[in-house]
């Protein structure tokens, strides 16, 4: 039977804005069955919070260290394994349908004498995916993606505009014409003019069965990427989501007043951005997050959708189902907008994993917390579809011992992420030299550690602390958990997988003859040998160790 993989990721979702996270009115059935169906990783964190980086860390399956991609429009470079080169090799067919922020590498690919468009070059510049349908968001002037299929869509359905993205998608529109500008937070409870069957989240839905359908008909092994911009801003949504929630469904921010009186000067300095000024206020947050709310339920509404598809076609019997997120949204938690920092609501995401194998039945509808991390996907799926394990490439690992409830095994201590505010106004206010701007953290799932070659630590003890209210980096009664979490960074950076062109079996493949005689004699590189006796030894020993594994 063939196997198949789902990848469906959202963009700035949250891992508590979920029926089965314990939300207390936002409804996802759809994605509550899946839950029920598979495996929900409750401490999963992503390699960095922001969109580019991340992702590159998703479809690389490598650290952000590792990789290169550092922040947004930073491009991928040319020569990095992605997850869709390791599927080609075992004859998967791996496409895009949607966002992955990517910035091709154009000077690499020059340098190289790549043509952007022939087929290398498209692999190249879309982070190895087919690019079925990308849509990036942003449009037109993206440089992410600067023809978007789906603004030739609302064209052709008569919604036209110099920006149909933004004028209809992801605007609204008043009673006398005016415009409604969803990028403005004031507009988040209004209707986006678009009819909800033409909007992107609907669109791109059906751009991903289309793409099933086709798979399916040629038959072939395929890995779809189905890739939500929402609920990432601008927030608006069409009509009924806009109104479907209210200020009543606005759970209680988390935050204290002591985060605001001292705070560490990186965690300061993201205070004062506009979007954390604006999301600390309370009306802003009443009006956003309904709609937020609502671009997520529209989500799982079109999961609904795509998941009947499956079922009808008998594809929830060979696919892997994977949903998940880039980042989270702070929303005004923390005295924060946006995602920047490293708090779980937005360090930390949903991630739920559904395995068809029937050696997954015994983990069917649990609750995992072992440590998981973004980069554990491309492993995954290479497991499952058959492919031989990458370590020297991919540094994640195979969520499937956990999945099927193998034999106990050693998983890893701690998960880490990385953040480069280089770009953000937080390096000038702080007067840091764009080599010191790099932030790092690290939990062993009890304490959280944000470290900074610019800043002081800041530590949280997560279980007595689970909302992270409390920053203790500094006291000096946290000193040797400090200590003990940096020096597993330190040994964490000192490990980076830079060897990428041989796999460890070079190295490791002549381990039973260095066991009974040096290699090297075979040859003729004779190196240190003292006289002719002493290389007669060793040769010997050769044909010895040689004529006792011919004969098995």
Sequence with gaps: MRRNVLFIMCDQLRFDYLGCAGHKTLRTPNIDRLAARGVRFTNAYVQSTVCGPSRMSAYTGRYMRSHGSIQNGIPLRVGEPTLGDHLREIGVRCALVGK?????????????????????????????????????????????????????????????????????????EGEDGEDFNGWLLVHADKAARIPEEHSETPYMTRRAMRFIEEAEAAGQSWCAHLSYIKPHWPYIVPAPYHAMYSRADVQPPIRSEAERLSPNPIYGAFQQERYSRNFSRDEARETVIPCYMGLIKQIDDQLGVLFAFLEERGLFDNTMIVFTSDHGDYLGDHWLGEKYMFH?????????????????????????????????????????????????????????PLLRAQAPIAWRGHAISEYDFGADMARLRLDVPLDRCRLYMITDGRHKLVHGEA?????????????????????????????????????????????????????????????????????????????EAELAEQREARRAWLERNAKG
């Design 455 to 531: 800043i002081p630590p800041m530590l949280f003890d997560l279980a007595s602390d689970p909302q992270e209210l409390h920053d203790i980096g500094t006291d000096p009664a946290a000193a040797t958990i400090v200590e003990r979490l940096r020096l597993e960074l330190f040994r964490w950076l000192a490990a980076p997988h830079t060897r990428i062109t041989v796999p460890d079996e070079w190295f490791t493949g002549d381990d039973d003859k260095m066991r009974h005689f040096d290699p090297l004699v075979a040859p003729g590189v004779l190196i240190g040998y003292w006289d």
């Design 344 to 400: 779980d609501v937005s360090v930390k995401v949903p991630m739920i994993v559904y395995d068809p194998s029937p050696e997954a039945d015994a983990t069917r509808g649990q609750i995992r917390d072992e440590l998981v991390e973004m980069i554990d996907l491309a492993p995954t799926f290479l497991d499952y579809l058959g492919g031989a394990p990458k370590p020297h490439i991919l540094e994640g690992r195979s969520l499937l």
């Design 100 to 172: 992955t922020h990517m910035t091709a590498d154009e000077e690499g690919m020059r340098r190289l004498g790549i043509d952007r468009d022939s087929i290398i070059g498209v692999h190249v510049a879309e982070c190895g995916f087919e690019p079925f349908e990308r849509d990036d968001g942003l449009h037109p002037s993206s440089p992410y993606d600067p023809d978007p299929a789906y603004d030739a869509y609302l064209r052709q359905h008569g919604f036209d505009a110099d920006n149909p993205w933004e004028h209809w998608a992801n605007s609204g």
